[in-house]
């Protein structure tokens, strides 16, 4: 097997310790774990035993800035992330009928499209 790490990349990390952990699963499915490092990068995430997901999860950017994505999943709404405080509309999957004018068939196929609003 090749290594298709750096030597020089693997000799210059450094590891950051990590302050808070959490890791609880339970039986009817439900979940929460997360963690905080030391470097201030953080993730928190809960499933309830009914499927709806939240989390969040955080760093410091090079200018010392906290940037933080906050998201939900559910049934009805899908994956709805908020990037440092703008809510972004999950993608939507459009359904498109494509019809072969040679003969009786025609093709349906889905193509998926962000909507930013």
Not at 22 to 29: A, F, K, P
């Amino acid at each position: 097997v090749q290594n298709i790490f750096s030597n020089e990349i693997l000799q210059t990390t450094t590891p950051v310790p990590i302050l808070k952990y959490i890791n609880q699963h339970n039986n009817d499915g439900s979940y929460t774990y997360g963690y905080q490092s030391a470097d201030g990068s953080y993730k928190l995430e809960t499933r309830l035993a009914t499927g709806e997901v939240s989390g969040k999860y955080g760093y410091i950017d090079s200018e010392g800035n906290l940037k933080e994505t906050v998201y939900g999943a559910d049934e009805e709404h899908g994956f709805v992330p908020v990037l440092d405080g703008v809510q972004l509309s999950a993608p939507s999957v459009e359904k498109t009928v494509n019809f072969d004018v040679t003969s009786s068939n025609s093709i349906v196929s889905s193509s998926r499209s962000v909507d930013s609003s």
